[in-house]
């Protein structure tokens, strides 16, 4: 009779999601979102103007640091990964591609500046305004700033990939607009290899620019539309002076059509009469002008403003619909859709409205079937961000996972992406994680991308013997820190990376390869010090490197962690970690000891992303590699410790200021991790069903799946002060195991959590 009445249950609480969807209004939630957080410090988000996954992000940029200050590194340039510092009180203009929350830059293309009085296109000679926050507003999709050394308002809006300027001027026979084809993110002035622009006509401007950096070889066109014609037109060029840092003059050309060079700032000269409001619209592509002109045309044909902030609106609101939370204070609520916000934010649109776009091998390709995607900082987000996706955006994480695969297509090497953006590989951190989330997708139902090519592409890249380390990985079984640097780490990524491989090969039928890479997935045992119950590093003569200091970040085996927080990676077995470190209970003891401690600065104060702020003991948040950690206590007899943390990390290191994330938001992870956990649940292993059960920081939930159903997460006796779950039922059935499987979770229903402000052992 019980499992009858929880069947009918499930029917009700199926029929009623389906009903309240047809019935009910999207909700208005993009006033929840506030661009701004993040922009302090170490978060490295921007405030502009983009739609979801939006290839245009239209931003201020406020930064004009230089790389280097007489030969030394100038550390305060990293606080400019997306351009823009709330502490600073200087606009250089807005530019149109930006990184969300990354570690490291590129970017920053075409940047423009409406200006008044005497003409100057250098930032070191005036070519900036101030601001100040209280004439600024940022929401999704818009952005206004008043530029208060010229007294002009400027607002952005965009779609996929045209940004749209509306500036209002005083009267005026100086206006200038300044397009600056030498600006970048960071260095700020080193990356150009080429630019051209042609003025067409007196209205409409075209031309692209040539970089190398991050991305070694990148090519971005555009096509610039004013809404009145310009009175006249030029551009200086400069070259480098003999003071190094400093750029001169070197010529100027008025009203000459044709513009090129290495270092190019064009200007375009105005009338306006009071109030008067010139209109741009600035389309990209990576393929040609006639590609950006295509998206131009196709994305906003028309010169209404005011339309394309409500289009760009509406397209927020629909995204973030996806999940209906109801929090005990606005101030969460704003956190928490800020945190979705930013989910969306990358990886971004690659192709042109024809579905053409340029690929790793610099060709021309048509997408034919998926949407091609790039910036892909996989290994930051395999862990959290596209488990999301699998849970809330399938059909789009499938195209992402077609994009890859693509990209697998065009490389000579064989490989997939490691950390790819604007058609480029740039290496960036270790392990091959794109197999992770091809794991993840196919093992939680995804079928939108082939499996027996994903399974190739993953054998291929896990066979690529140059790529860091994996020659000796292969032969030795590990790999060795005289070899290869971070060799702790890249051991236990592999290993983990192997097993994800083996679940694609179960899902093939390939059980030959399945058995090869399950095998491979156990090289973690080969790190292991029973002695120091650490992971540490081996030399390619199986001796321990020696000193060894498990608090040590650099030169210990270990990039962005220490032996503490990678001793703590094997998600992939888990159950097998807990026993080779004594037991649920001394494992429980080793993390306490993990949050407990004390960790002196000289162990992270010469690493960029880690600050006091993202610290508990010695578990850092404000960084990735410790993201499941907080959950291992589920595989104890503690799970009510895993509670206790992860309400304490969604309490204290996330808000809704401009200083809200404890870290770089790393291309959505750290937003992604702050959902999951809101809703009570986290993929601890992606690549498996399993998620791993938290507490809730919200009250209501209701999230709507791609397949029609509704997940329902409801709790009782929520508060502040009861962080501890007492009971979790799910369709009225008891979860016991502190588990819940993503078929489960699709099915829909009602996920359920009693509170209590008392541990349940």
């Known amino acids: 009779m019980k499992n009858h009445f929880s069947v009918l249950l499930q029917i009700v609480l199926l029929l009623s999601c389906s009903w309240l969807k047809s019935q009910t209004a999207e909700l208005y939630l993009a006033k929840y979102v506030n661009p701004m957080i993040g922009t302090q410090n170490m978060g490295h988000t921007f405030p502009g103007a983009t739609v979801p996954f939006g290839m245009v992000q239209l931003s201020p940029e406020t930064g004009n640091e230089p790389m280097f200050i007489d030969g030394v590194y100038n550390k305060n ?181 044709e513009m090129a060079g290495r270092k190019i700032r064009a200007f375009f000269n105005f009338n306006t009469d009071e109030n008067e409001q010139i209109l741009i619209k600035f389309a990209l592509s990576s393929v040609s002008t006639p590609g950006a002109l295509l998206n131009l045309q196709n994305e906003i044909p028309h010169w209404d403003f005011d339309s394309v902030v409500a289009a760009a609106k509406q397209k927020w609101n629909k995204q973030l619909n996806k999940i209906q939370v109801v929090t005990d204070t606005e101030a969460e609520k704003e956190t928490f859709y800020t945190a979705l916000y930013h989910t969306m934010l990358s990886p971004v649109i690659f192709e042109d409205v024809d579905e ?11 997408s034919d079937g998926f949407t091609n995607y790039t910036i892909f900082s996989l290994w930051d987000t395999y862990r959290a961000l596209h488990p999301l996706y699998n849970l809330i955006e399938p059909t789009r ?15 000579v090497h064989g490989m997939l992406p490691v950390w790819s953006h604007y058609a480029n590989e740039n290496w960036c951190m270790i392990g091959y994680h794109a197999v992770s989330v091809m794991a993840d997708a196919a093992v939680k139902g995804n079928k939108s991308f082939e499996l027996p090519l994903a399974l190739e592409a993953a054998v291929s890249t896990s066979q690529v013997g140059y790529f860091d380390g994996l020659d000796e ?39 030959a390869a399945a058995l090869h890479y399950l095998n491979r997935s156990n090289s973690f045992y080969e790190l292991f010090n029973p002695n120091s119950r650490f992971f540490q590093p081996k030399l390619s003569n ?5 000193p060894f200091d498990p608090l040590e970040t650099h030169d210990q085996g270990f990039i962005e962690g220490n032996a503490w927080n990678y001793g703590l990676y094997v998600p992939h077995q888990m159950d097998t970690l807990v026993a080779m470190m004594g037991g649920k209970a001394a494992f429980s003891l080793h993390l306490d000891s993990l949050f407990n401690m004390h960790l002196d600065d000289r162990y992270f104060e010469k690493t960029e992303d880690i600050t006091r702020d993202g610290i508990i003991g010695n578990y850092v948040h404000g960084n990735e590699p410790g993201h499941h950690i907080p959950y291992l206590y589920n595989w104890t007899d503690e799970p009510w410790k895993t509670q206790h943390r992860v309400r304490h990390i969604l309490s204290t290191m996330y808000g809704n200021g401009p200083d809200g994330l404890c870290g770089n938001d790393d291309a959505g ?29 919200v009250k209501e939930a209701e999230i709507h799946l791609e397949n029609g159903n509704c997940l329902f997460v409801k709790t009782r006796n929520q508060h502040k002060n009861n962080v501890f779950v007492k009971k979790v039922l799910l369709n009225n059935k008891p979860i016991i195991s502190g588990m819940i499987s993503h078929d489960e979770l699709v099915e829909g229903g009602e996920l359920l959590f009693i509170m209590s402000d008392k541990p349940n052992p």
């Not at 290869?484 to 983990?496: F, G, H, Q």
């Not at 498996?688 to 507490?695: C, I, K, V």
């Open 77 to 257: 340039v990293y606080r400019y990964c997306s351009g823009y510092q709330y502490n600073d009180t200087v606009i250089y203009g807005f530019s149109h591609t930006h990184f969300s929350g990354t570690g490291h830059s590129d970017l920053g293309d075409f940047l423009v500046l409406p200006t008044l009085g005497k003409l100057t296109t250098d930032p070191d000679s005036g070519a900036f305004s101030t601001f100040s926050h209280n004439d600024e507003k940022a929401s999704p999709g818009y952005y206004q700033v008043d530029l208060a050394s010229f007294g002009v308002v400027a607002e952005l809006t965009a779609s996929e990939r045209v940004g749209f300027h509306r500036y209002t001027f005083p009267k005026s026979d100086s206006v200038h607009v300044l397009l600056d084809l030498i600006s970048n993110i960071y260095p700020f002035d080193e990356k150009n290899v080429w630019t051209f622009v042609r003025v067409e006509n007196d209205t409409l401007v075209t031309g692209f620019r040539q970089t190398t950096g991050w991305a070694r070889t990148r090519t971005v066109y555009f096509a610039m539309v004013f809404s009145k014609p310009m009175r006249s037109y030029g551009h200086r060029k400069y070259d480098q002076s003999p003071y190094k840092g400093f750029w001169r003059k070197f010529n100027e050309f008025e009203n000459f059509p």
């Open 356 to 366: 053409k776009y340029r690929g790793l091998d610099g060709n021309v390709h048509l």
């Open 397 to 411: 994480n499938g195209d992402m996972i077609q994009s890859m695969l693509a990209h697998y297509n065009q490389s």
């Open 473 to 511: 990985y292969m032969n030795l079984g590990y790999v060795p820190e005289d070899k290869s640097s971070s060799s702790v780490s890249k051991t236990l990524e592999y290993a983990y990376d192997d097993w994800c491989i083996a679940q694609l090969a179960n899902l093939a039928g390939d059980s």
């Open 542 to 546: 199986g001796n321990w490197k020696e």
């Open 669 to 697: 992870q750290m937003s992604a991790w702050y959902i999951f956990s809101a809703l009570g649940f986290y993929p601890v292993c992606p690549g498996s069903q399993d998620y791993a059960l938290g507490s809730p920081l």
